[in-house]
Each structure stands twice: as structure tokens, then as C-alpha cells.
């Protein structure tokens, strides 16, 4: 079965920085998205971040110019760097991966256990 492992969230001053990583480990063919969510207390899960193969990265216009998604494709990792970051951004951040679970077969949503980042004076 697929596990999302999540690390890297934390308490950060407002305009500091943080880097989340999300490792997929478990039988692994094929990813065909990764993608990062957060969600604030009583507010709905946002798409912050996603990558496919083959495409561009998408950002929320909200974090545009301030993270940058990346991935590293032989950990099957994906990362998160959150520069100038404000109070706002403060939320549980969610890994998300869509992964067949045998080749050709359909694709399946796996989600991390989430990752509180409090950004805070």
C-alpha cells in the first residue's frame, strides 16, 4: 500500500522560510500527480501546488512568486519551499498523489497525514 510521509512544518516569523518534503513509498508503477493542499481552521482544503508529468507546475495565485514546487523523481519526493511567507499561509498542509496501483489500472488518491505551518510573530 502507499504511504505519503510528510516533514518539514513548523512555527516561522512572518517573510521566513520553510521547505515541506512528501516521500511516496509502498508499490510504486507510475505517479501520475503529486500535489500539495492546505487548510486553514473552518475554512475549505485549497490547492496550493500540483505537478504531472509532462506539464507544468500549477500554484494557487494566492502563493505565486513565494513557493516553489519541485520533484525529485528517483525518491519519488516531491518538495514545497515557501519563501515570504505571511500569517495567512498558516494551515495544515496536505501531500496529495494520484498512483495505479498496478500498471494500467486506474488511479487512486493517496493523501499525507497533513503538516501544521504557523506562521507567526
Known amino acids: 500500500q502507499v504511504q505519503l510521509v510528510e516533514s518539514g512544518g513548523g512555527l516561522v516569523q512572518p517573510g521566513g522560510s520553510l521547505r515541506l518534503s512528501c516521500a511516496a513509498s509502498?508499490?510504486?508503477?507510475?505517479?501520475?500527480?503529486m500535489a500539495w493542499y492546505r487548510q486553514a481552521p473552518g475554512k475549505q482544503r485549497e490547492l496550493v501546488a500540483s505537478m504531472a508529468p509532462g506539464s507544468d507546475t500549477n500554484y494557487a495565485d494566492s502563493v505565486k512568486g513565494r513557493f516553489t514546487m519541485s520533484r525529485d523523481s528517483a525518491k519519488n519526493t516531491v518538495y514545497l519551499q515557501m519563501n515570504s511567507l505571511k500569517p495567512e499561509d498558516t494551515a495544515v498542509f496536505y501531500c496529495?498523489?494520484?498512483?495505479?496501483?498496478?500498471?494500467?489500472?486506474?488511479?487512486?488518491?493517496?493523501w499525507g497525514q497533513g503538516t501544521q505551518v504557523t506562521v507567526s510573530s
Open positions: 496529495f498523489a494520484k498512483i495505479p496501483k498496478r500498471w494500467g489500472g486506474a488511479a487512486y488518491d493517496y
Open positions: 509502498g508499490t510504486i508503477f507510475n505517479i501520475d500527480m
